[in-house]
């Protein structure tokens, strides 16, 4: 039986895999939940800063049993957390490394990411999408239906949850943008911010995006952009998620209400110069989410 600790190594050797294969913090954007001090290659938010208190009361921290963050989320109903599925199974559903829901905590409301205010619930259940591949060794990166979704032990009822897009409109090319998490600031860094925090990009055109990984090194290429994912950035970079903000929402503003669009999911490196951030496309999984929430 796969331990929590053997997870979380797996997590990070994933990570410094992509390193190696492209840059200092090709990113899957996930934290090595080994420690809240040591990150493993995916998003945090870069050239951002602190949100406000209430701002976002729909984000959630996933936590190891041992209270360590490793991942971002959204509540989505009571009982339902919206993350992205390379959070629980990085190199695929088949892998023995599989995060199980007796591993994951989530810490609802938690502004503060050392706060001992805000409640970790157990979850119970975790629904992967059927067609989630992961890091699987294949010719390029495959981070396609990179959603999951987590049952919690006890219902929120108090809680706030997160609206999610209602148009495709939403994500034309060009739409400022919201980015959260507890991810790392800087590419490469090794600390974890204590507030949540957020950074405005534009979203980017699907030709573009797919355009500014054309020309790179394995695993990031062309290929591992789809019309599933959708990304934001700007060309001179600057401004991005980073690791630790993986399963985190990106949100946009739809007639005054805040819309979840996308779920970070991955890029090469953190805020780089023609590298955009990659989410996975929600609108595409409308029919997915509401027929598995729990």
């Known amino acids: 039986m796969t331990t929590l600790s053997s997870v979380q190594r797996l997590a990070l050797s994933t990570a410094l895999f992509l390193l190696t294969g492209c840059s200092t913090a090709d ?6 939940p080994s420690s ?17 208190f209430s701002e976002y009361p729909f984000a959630v921290s996933l936590r190891t049993s041992s209270n360590s963050h490793f991942c971002g989320g959204t509540l989505l109903n009571p009982r339902t957390v919206l993350t992205a599925a390379h959070c629980i199974a990085p190199n695929g559903p088949d892998a023995p490394e599989v995060l199980r829901p007796r591993n994951i905590q989530v810490a609802v409301g938690a502004y503060l990411r050392t706060s001992s205010r ?18 699987t060794g294949a010719p390029f990166f495959n981070y396609d239906s990179d959603v999951a979704l987590l049952e919690l032990a006890e219902p929120q009822v108090r809680a706030e949850i997160v609206s999610l897009i209602s148009s495709l409109s939403q994500i034309t090319p060009g739409t400022p943008a919201t980015a959260i998490g507890w991810g790392t600031r800087q590419e490469g860094g090794a600390f974890l911010p204590i507030l949540l925090q957020e950074v405005d990009v534009p979203i980017v055109s699907f030709l573009s995006c ?14 591992s952009i789809t019309t599933n994912m959708v990304c934001a950035g700007f060309p001179i970079g600057g401004r991005d998620s ?18 979840q669009v ?5 890029g090469e490196g953190c805020a780089r110069p023609d590298r955009p951030g990659v989410y996975t496309n929600v609108f595409n999984y409308l029919d997915w989410i509401r027929n598995n929430q729990f």
Not at 118 to 135: A, K, M, S
Not at 210 to 223: L, T, V
């Open 36 to 52: 809240e001090t040591e990150t493993a290659s995916i998003s945090t938010i870069v050239g951002g800063g602190p949100s406000g």
């Open 262 to 266: 996308g779920i970070v999911s991955f």
């Open 210 to 223: 797919r355009e500014s990984y054309g020309d790179a090194s394995f695993p990031f290429r062309a290929q």
């Open 118 to 135: 805000f409640q970790n619930v157990q979850v119970t259940q975790i629904r992967l999408h059927p067609d989630f591949v992961g890091n």
């Open 242 to 259: 980073c690791q630790g903000d993986s399963g985190g929402p990106l949100l946009v503003d739809a007639d005054g209400k805040l819309e």
């Open 27 to 32: 990113s899957i954007a996930t934290v090595s």
